[in-house]
Each structure stands twice: as C-alpha cells, then as structure tokens.
C-alpha cells in the first residue's frame, strides 16, 4: 500500500556532472527538511573535488524549504571562503520568492539556464 503523502511529494534526486567551467549540482523534488542533508553532501562532495565553480541547478525543484535555503546559504560561504564563483539556476517561481524574501538572490548569481550560469563564470555577464 502506498502512503498518499508519498505519492504526491516526488524523492529528490541529485545529479552531478562536471563541465569545463564547473560542477553541475542538479536537484530535483521537494528540497526540505528530510531531503536537503542529500544536496548538501553531493555539493559538497563536489566542492573537494576543487571544481573552477559551482552550479547548482534548482530547475526541478517543486518545493524549496527553509532546510534547503540553509544549504544554499552554506555553499554560498563556502565558496566564498575559497573564493569560487557560485551560481544557482532556476526559473521556478516559488524558489526565486524564496531566495528574494530571505535575500539570499542578493548572496549569490541565479540564472535561468545553466548555459546563461556557465557564460556568467567565464565572464560572459
């Protein structure tokens, strides 16, 4: 039998994939409480690998909750404690009110594409 609550909140799924420029840190389904400790390690674990920079793309994230912006706010220091350039993508309305009310946009550049965040780190923007 299936709980209702699991079917309608999708798992999170990390997906990581170096680029030239960067490591990609791509999240999708909620990102909250039970699931943020996931992205946190994965970007993390991405961060010792001593990329040129960090993306983290939020584009599929259907739900961002305070758990999740912690981790952001995480990252943003500990990129830049190593002074790496870091970028957030999304075009999902709920994770840009989010990033504005906790002014979190003002901390970090987020692009709606991870074309647009990968021209940004090469200077393009």
């Avoid at 490591?23 to 039970?34: E, H, M």
């Avoid at 992205?39 to 961002?64: E, K, M, S």
């Avoid at 220091?77 to 009110?97: C, I, M, N, Q, Y």
Wanted: glycine residues 8%; aromatic residues 2%; negative net charge.
């Amino acid at each position: 039998m299936v709980d209702e609550a699991e079917e309608r909140t999708p798992p999170l799924t990390v997906r990581v994939r170096t680029l030239p420029e960067a490591v990609v840190v791509a999240a999708a389904g909620d990102l909250d409480l039970g699931s943020a400790p996931m992205l946190r390690t994965r970007a993390r674990d991405a961060l010792d690998g001593r990329p040129g920079a960090l993306i983290v793309d939020l584009g599929g994230i259907t739900f961002c909750g305070s758990a999740g912006l912690q981790v952001l706010a995480e990252l943003i220091a500990e990129t830049e404690a190593a002074a790496l350039p870091f970028a957030v993508v999304t075009e999902r309305r709920a994770v840009l009110r989010a990033l504005e009310l906790t002014r979190l946009d003002a901390a970090l550049a987020v692009h709606p594409t991870v074309s647009g965040a990968r021209e940004w780190i090469r200077g393009g923007s």
